[in-house]
């Protein structure tokens, strides 16, 4: 597609419990990034992908944080066992090759309740 | 301190006017520089890409970059109330694509 497609655009869940997010990158980009928008503006780095492999994955909370990036199918996010702490808006990004402009989904509002 | 610091404002200006807007940072290793535009609840949207030193321009754009100074400023001309929004500065060395540092951003306010 001609952009980051993100899926759910909202994400209910209770405390404990899992949650998983899709982003469907532009078709032909071989970089997938998710960021993490806590408070206003902060934007928290998680996990990169170069196509299935994981190409940073500094920011992630292991613990409870995982990623996959299949081929041909979107990538996911997951997070085990939610907290209140996890309530944030999640954005996927994704670029051609490495240094080229990078774009933005609408990002997947997950809220922990 | 952080590595990229951006005045949060808000900055309002009036409908026709020239927004300034500008980020400093202090990694030296920063060799790509964006602009992203985020209204309330939607995705970051590219606006200008630079790499290294230089100018750039778009449209109504202008996106500056000095590396010596650790500065970057973007224009925007003829400004319009739809440009109210949130403008973010992001930016990234070349061994580490993607994960991008970005700035607090800052709230303009285009007022008719």
């Known amino acids: 597609g001609e952009e980051v497609a993100q899926t759910p655009k909202h994400l209910v869940r209770g405390e404990g419990q899992k949650a998983k997010l899709y982003c469907a990158p532009i078709?032909?980009?071989?970089?997938v990034f998710w960021y993490q928008q806590v408070l206003k503006n902060e934007f928290k780095f998680l996990i990169s992908?170069?196509?299935?492999?994981?190409?940073?994955e500094t920011g992630m909370p292991k613990e409870r944080f995982s990623a996959k990036c299949l081929p041909n199918s979107p990538c996911s996010l997951e997070i085990q066992a939610t907290k209140l702490e996890d309530s944030a808006v999640y954005f996927c990004?994704?670029?051609?090759?490495?240094?080229?402009?990078?774009?933005f989904g609408q990002g997947t509002r997950l809220t922990v309740v | 301190q952080k590595e990229v610091e951006q005045d949060p404002g808000p900055l309002s200006v009036p409908e026709g006017a020239i927004v300034s807007l500008n980020c400093t940072y202090s990694n030296s290793a920063f060799q790509y520089f964006m602009w992203y535009r985020q209204y309330s609840r939607k995705g970051p949207e590219l606006l200008m890409y630079t790499y290294s030193s230089g100018n750039k321009e778009d449209g109504r754009f202008t996106a500056q970059v000095d590396k010596s100074s650790k500065y970057i400023s973007l224009f925007i001309r003829d400004s319009q109330p739809s440009d109210s929004a949130t403008y973010l500065c992001a930016m990234s060395g070349t061994d580490s694509w993607g994960k991008f540092q970005f700035g607090a951003g800052t709230q303009v306010v285009v007022t008719p």
């Open positions: 990004a994704s670029s051609h090759p490495v240094n080229t402009e990078a774009f």
């Open positions: 992908f170069q196509n299935e492999n994981v190409f940073d």
């Open positions: 078709k032909g980009h071989s970089y």
